[in-house]
């Protein structure tokens, strides 16, 4: 019974409709709806139905100023796309070369004490006092006039230090 009243209303509104062809789309839709919206009785629900329709046969036609535009757009989405690919290479590589930077300097900073470190050992080992209780432990005493030859072959005086040298014994040379 309401989808009959419906009907007919709608039926009015078309003949009402083929009068004034010269409405506007938006109000032709507005009276639809309000037309619609009266025949409706408490809140029923709206049943739709769906219609399969066959799509297939249909050929797009070519439109060249669409294509013109789209191979535009892509062109210039590329050069934006590779610009912002280049910021972020040149991002990441400058952090990269931070992160180096400061492995480098941690690495100086390293070797720096290092070197001081055997820099002390080395004035440690050296002292001359220490050289000579080692030698007084070994049993080494302090070298006799005459045993000091110096590097240009001269004998040393005999206030100066001499170097120890062994003497062959006398059969072993004949």
Same mark, same amino acid.
Do not use: C
């Given at each position: 019974?309401?989808?009959? @009243?419906?009907?007919?209303?709608?039926? *009015?509104?078309?003949?009402? +409709?083929?009068?004034? %062809?010269? *409405?506007?789309?938006?109000?032709?839709? %507005?009276? /639809?709806?309000?037309?619609?919206?009266?025949?409706? #009785?408490?809140?029923?629900?709206?049943?739709?139905?769906?219609?399969?329709?066959?799509?297939?046969?249909?050929?797009?036609? !070519? !439109?060249?100023? +669409?294509? #013109? *535009?789209?191979?535009?757009?892509?062109?210039?989405?590329?050069?934006?796309?590779? /610009?912002?690919?280049?910021?972020?290479?040149?991002?990441?590589?400058?952090? =990269?070369?931070?992160?180096?930077? =400061?492995?480098?300097?941690?690495?100086?900073?390293? /070797? %720096?004490?290092?070197? +001081?470190?055997? %820099?002390?050992?080395?004035?440690?080992?050296?002292?001359? *006092?220490?050289?000579?209780?080692?030698?007084?432990?070994?049993? /080494?005493?302090?070298?006799?006039?005459?045993?000091?030859?110096?590097? !240009?072959?001269?004998? @040393?005086?005999?206030?100066?230090?001499?170097? @120890?040298?062994? @003497?062959?014994?006398?059969?072993?040379?004949?």
């Amino acid at each position: 019974m309401a989808a009959t @009243a419906m009907a007919g209303q709608q039926m *009015e509104m078309m003949g009402a +409709r083929r009068q004034s %062809r010269t *409405e506007s789309l938006a109000e032709r839709n %507005r009276e /639809l709806y309000e037309a619609q919206r009266r025949a409706r #009785r408490g809140p029923t629900p709206e049943v739709f139905f769906t219609k399969h329709i066959d799509n297939s046969r249909i050929v797009k036609a !070519d !439109d060249p100023e +669409r294509r #013109r *535009e789209m191979r535009t757009f892509s062109a210039v989405m590329s050069v934006l796309f590779m /610009l912002v690919m280049v910021y972020v290479w040149q991002h990441f590589s400058a952090i =990269e070369i931070g992160y180096h930077v =400061e492995t480098q300097k941690q690495q100086v900073e390293q /070797l %720096r004490e290092e070197n +001081r470190q055997l %820099r002390l050992s080395e004035a440690q080992l050296t002292d001359p *006092e220490r050289i000579d209780k080692i030698a007084k432990q070994l049993g /080494l005493d302090a070298p006799q006039p005459g045993q000091v030859v110096r590097p !240009d072959g001269s004998l @040393a005086g005999p206030g100066t230090p001499v170097l @120890a040298q062994a @003497a062959v014994p006398a059969m072993a040379a004949q």
